[in-house]
């Protein structure tokens, strides 16, 4: 299928194409991801994910089309609710900064499929810079935590997607902003040699999870996320495995 803004994000296009979000679903619990793929399995949408969401679509230019999507923005008196007001601070503050609104100045959710390691990818680019840079826009709680997302796997196959269809290896950046009281905000390169890293890991794995999206392998129940949880039945164990963990 061809993918456009209206049918990126439908069960069929989760079939037919593997995402970054779904490799790190895999990576995170193999059970889990398949649920979710098959629809039997929906990961509740927090608010913190919205914030992030209604900044997203904010530089997307569709932050009026977001409000009149989610009416739970928005308290009973019909006042926006205090993580997005705080979301619209962090745009403000964002707007007048140079060197971020540079870094988003490019195309905007740019949709890209592509074959990869024998299987077909979709990513969507908050900002595509044709001979600059890819960057990606990311509300975060804290500067510090931002190794633990493996955003490294994103500019990884983000980099060699742009690279495959358009002949063009283009540096990856992440746009940060943070949710603090003070909110930080800084553009971070991730360096190349980190990409390759990530990209030689992607190479390794996505064969299995491949074959598990294909029927072909069982997937593994990591036993500990609410999905593993969610499904679970009772067992008699013995207490000392907790004081092993
Ligand atoms: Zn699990």
Same mark, same amino acid.
């Given at each position: 299928m061809i993918l456009n803004n209206e049918n990126y994000y439908s069960p069929e296009a989760n079939q037919e194409y593997m995402s970054v979000s779904q490799y790190k679903a895999f990576m995170n619990c193999e059970a889990a991801a398949m649920a979710s793929i098959s629809g039997r399995y929906e990961r509740p949408t927090t608010r913190a994910l919205l914030v992030g969401s209604f900044v997203d679509r904010y530089f997307e230019g569709t932050l009026d089309e977001f409000l009149k999507e989610n009416p739970?923005?928005?308290?009973? +008196?019909h006042e926006l609710r205090a993580e997005f007001k705080r979301a619209n601070q962090i745009i403000e503050a964002v707007k007048t900064d140079p060197k971020f609104m540079d870094a988003m100045s490019?195309? +905007?959710?740019r949709i890209f499929t592509f074959d990869l390691f024998g299987v077909k990818w979709k990513a969507k680019l908050d900002s595509y810079n044709p001979g600059k840079a890819i960057t990606d826009l990311k509300v975060v709680a804290r500067m510090d935590k931002l190794p633990m997302w493996r955003y490294d796997i994103q500019g990884a196959v983000y980099q060699k997607g742009v690279e495959i269809v358009t002949g063009e290896k283009l540096p990856f950046y992440l746009a940060v902003v943070t949710k603090e009281r003070v909110m930080d905000r800084d553009i971070w390169q991730i360096p190349q040699s980190t990409l390759d890293m990530a990209l030689r890991q992607v190479e390794e794995n996505i064969g299995r999870y491949a074959d598990i999206k294909a029927g072909l392998l069982e997937p593994v129940h990591c036993g500990r996320c609410d999905y593993c949880k969610s499904i679970k039945q009772a067992a008699v164990r013995n207490y000392n495995e907790l004081l092993e963990a």
């Open positions: 739970t923005l928005y308290t009973r +008196k490019g195309e +905007k959710q």
